[in-house]
């Protein structure tokens, strides 16, 4: 190792009281470029919300805030939610992207080997915030290292117009299946369907086949993680009553839908309700002028939010969560942990969970007591979706294999080939090879 | 003078690199080596590693081990994938016919004179130009299941008293990304073909009809074998497009209803780059290339068979 001599000191420090003194003449003399110019980029990947008025909060303020804070530069992109998987793959692929990508519900499984622990980070956050939901930490956590870093959970709960229900009778929602197939029947018949998508799409597709085959009592896997169950009594039952409900009560081009195409037709007021993440109603209050009933009275005054019906086996519910995963080809990684830090403060955050109005719910249960949830009784519902979520994969774990189920769109596949003509029995058999080919293979 | 200075001047041999050069065997392989080298680098390279990946168990960030034909044998067991071989040959079969008649027809109408003739050609180039997801997005708002415009206009034209359910039905959804494909393609042929005919001379034409041919035998015997070359290369290169269009599809239906509209490349893409599963995405591409490979060898024999004729 060279000594370092009292002379190389002297100078050291003469050329930093130059820069200092004489700027670019400065610079030139000592051949350094200052600190500033080596300031370190943060790509920040995330969907584009279906609450805009966070992305703008997100842009305009406190990116702005946390380059300020922190001293690092923050490149923030939106993409559509169904773009995010295959940036992510390119992305890994060839070693360079953005530094953080934000994930969807167990997809963080799918990346596992390429991205970086965040456990310090996601258990001191949990820590501070009054413990993560199990339902977000087994979407994260695979028990040996935290995939991604909780972000929220977007809440799937049925929107409806309260005035239609009321006039075929139905003043409170229903409550199981068979009750809601019989109101959507009276409501179809007057040219109000329910609209349900069963196509390739990210969100509100699995959220509502997920949690229906559960409710029958159907799941993928037996309890051992292993064994595929999905061929039983109970999923052939609710392949059956699907496509009774299909005919009966939905409107029949959802099956090509994604997840615009609802929020575009309950807006338009050609469907009575469907299964849908709070962005209907914040889009009514946003634009009351816009969004008025058939009446000329404010639409908003008219929605009303609810669970998913009960099956024989319960109720249940499967909701979006969203997580940012750090990953491992990331030149950057201790400025996105800084920053994942700095976002995930109560001040920061607070900000951009408030411009959510509900749509989105904390990880942590602190939040349960926030003023958001009492403010709009309309949004109560959405409370605790992140307490009571189900992972898919169920009754195994949300591991990887099931993240390549739910990607590869197997059970939403299952009830769209029924409903469009395909034996139940066959259907079911059809996702039984299907699954098969992911969990035995 | 300049005797002697002929005398004294010594002959100027050319150098080793320039006696290689003059033998055309070494300038030709000096020529070919830049596109060699191109051909290599952005051909040879990925095809050899798609093989490979093909042959692997790789995943998103795991680059697995070699497992033969592993994910071939998966493949052939796989109904969605032969629904996506069915579709695709379906497609292109379909589309090609179409794009062939329809442009050979525009391109006989655009062979004649008429004013404002140069005008109408250019637009008939704008389905081509416009970038086909832009297009695209516009037919599948057109297709769109709830607010479908062709479906407006059909009911208030009184032909149909519910709605058609385009993109939702997988047979009228198939139907639907074969019109858009039909749309974007008619003005590549119709071009193409109009240079073809524009290259006949109009004399043996006006021979055949002083001999007493009428339109149809002109058409039939003069101008369609004499078409054909060119016919034949631009359904190749369409053929090519169409068997691996990705596009018009993902935009269109993302491969649904429930995988009724998969082609290779829409279904290679959700399984590879969607799920991450690189190996058997690269699997479903690489199947795709023995069925193309034929087709194409039968159509460039053709078109031999014809030139010679």
Redesign the interface.
């Known amino acids: 190792m060279a000594n370092t001599k009292r002379r190389s000191v002297i100078k050291l420090a003469g050329s930093a009281a130059a820069v200092a003194s004489t700027g670019m003449a400065g610079i030139l003399a000592t051949g350094r470029t200052p600190a500033y110019a080596q300031q370190k980029t943060v790509h920040w990947l995330r969907w584009v919300d279906f609450v805009p008025a966070s992305d703008q909060l997100l842009r305009k303020e406190l990116m702005p805030q946390a380059e300020k804070d922190l001293g690092i530069k923050i490149n923030f992109e939106t993409v559509n939610g169904n773009d995010l998987q295959p940036r992510a793959t390119a992305a890994i692929q060839s070693g360079s992207g953005p530094d953080l990508i934000q994930a969807f519900n167990n997809n963080t499984y799918i990346y596992a080997n390429s991205v970086v622990d965040l456990t310090d980070l996601a258990e001191d956050y949990g820590k501070r915030e009054g413990g993560l939901y199990k339902y977000c930490r087994s979407l994260c956590s695979n028990g040996k290292m935290f995939m991604s870093m909780p972000w929220a959970v977007i809440g799937g709960m049925i929107v409806y117009r309260k005035s239609w229900f009321d006039e075929v009778g139905a003043t409170s929602f229903p409550k199981t299946w068979q009750e809601y197939r019989e109101v959507a029947k009276k409501l179809k018949a007057k040219g109000r369907p329910i609209g349900q998508t069963l196509g390739h799409t990210f969100g509100d597709a699995p959220t509502f086949t997920y949690p229906y085959l559960w409710s029958w009592g159907g799941k993928e896997l037996d309890t051992d993680g292993k064994t595929v169950v999905i061929n039983s009594k109970e999923t052939l039952e609710s392949v059956k009553f699907m496509q009774g409900f299909w005919k009966d009560g939905c409107d029949e081009g959802a099956l090509a839908w994604d997840d615009t195409n609802n929020n575009r037709a309950f807006l338009s007021q050609t469907i009575s309700a469907t299964l849908n993440g709070a962005s209907v109603y914040i889009e009514t209050l946003r634009k009351p002028d816009q969004y008025q009933t058939e009446k000329g009275t404010p639409m908003n005054k008219d929605l009303q939010h609810a669970p998913l019906p009960a099956g024989p086996a319960g109720q249940f519910g499967m909701h979006l969560m969203q997580s940012d995963m750090l990953m491992k080809y990331s030149k950057n990684q201790d400025a996105a942990k800084e920053f994942l830090k700095w976002i995930h403060t109560e001040k920061n955050y607070e900000k951009w969970f408030i411009s959510q109005k509900g749509y989105a719910t904390p990880p942590t249960a602190k939040w349960e007591e926030h003023k958001v949830w009492s403010d709009d009784p309309v949004m109560a519902p959405f409370k605790v979706a992140a307490k009571l979520g189900q992972a898919p994969g169920f009754a195994g774990l949300p591991d990887q294999k099931a993240a390549e189920a739910l990607s590869k769109y197997i059970i939403t596949d299952m009830y769209a080939k029924a409903v469009q003509g395909m034996p139940a029995e066959e259907a079911v058999k059809w996702a039984e090879g299907e699954l098969k080919k992911i969990y035995v293979a | 003078m300049a005797i002697t200075a002929l005398g004294s001047t010594e002959v100027i041999r050319p150098s080793v690199r320039q006696r290689k050069l003059e033998d055309e065997r070494w300038l030709a392989l000096v020529l070919l080596t830049p596109t060699a080298i191109l051909l290599g680098l952005f051909i040879a390279y990925p095809f050899f590693e798609g093989v490979m990946l093909s042959l692997s168990s790789a ?4 680059p697995g081990k070699f497992v033969w034909f592993k994910n071939f044998v ?1 493949l052939w067991n ?2 969605i994938f032969w629904t996506a071989v069915w579709n695709t040959f379906w497609y292109t079969g379909v589309t090609t016919v179409f794009k062939l008649g329809l442009g050979l027809w525009l391109a006989m109408l655009l062979n004649r004179h008429f004013r404002g003739k140069a005008i109408v050609r250019a637009f008939i180039l704008l389905p081509f130009i416009i970038p086909t997801v832009l297009s695209t997005f516009a037919w599948k708002w057109m297709f ?4 479908s415009v062709i479906n407006w206009s059909l009911f208030r034209l009184g032909l149909i008293s519910a ?1 058609i ?6 047979d009228l ?1 198939m139907a639907s990304i074969m019109v858009v494909n039909i749309w974007r393609g008619v003005p590549f042929f119709a071009i193409s073909l109009l240079a073809g005919l524009q290259t006949i001379s109009p004399e043996l034409n006006e021979a055949a009809a002083i001999d007493g041919a009428r339109p149809w035998n002109r058409f039939w015997y003069v101008t369609w074998p004499l078409l054909l070359p060119v016919t034949m290369v631009v359904m190749l290169f369409s053929v090519i497009q169409t068997f691996a269009d990705f596009q018009l599809v993902y935009v269109m ?8 509209t998969h082609l290779f490349a829409t279904y290679a ?10 190996s058997e995405g690269a699997a479903v591409s690489l199947a795709m290339f023995p069925f193309l490979f034929i087709i194409v060898v039968v159509q460039l024999l053709y078109i031999r068979r014809v030139e010679v004729r």
Do not use: E
């Not at chain 2, 995943?59 to 795991?62: E, F, I, L």
């Not at chain 2, 769109?144 to 607010?147: A, E, V």
């Not at chain 2, 239906?253 to 009724?260: I, L, R, W």
């Open positions: 995943r998103v960030g795991d998966k796989d109904n769109d299941p709830t607010f709605r359910n385009w993109l939702g039905d997988a959804a239906t993302g491969g649904g209803p429930a995988n009724a893409y959700q399984i590879g780059i969607v799920s991450g599963l690189l």
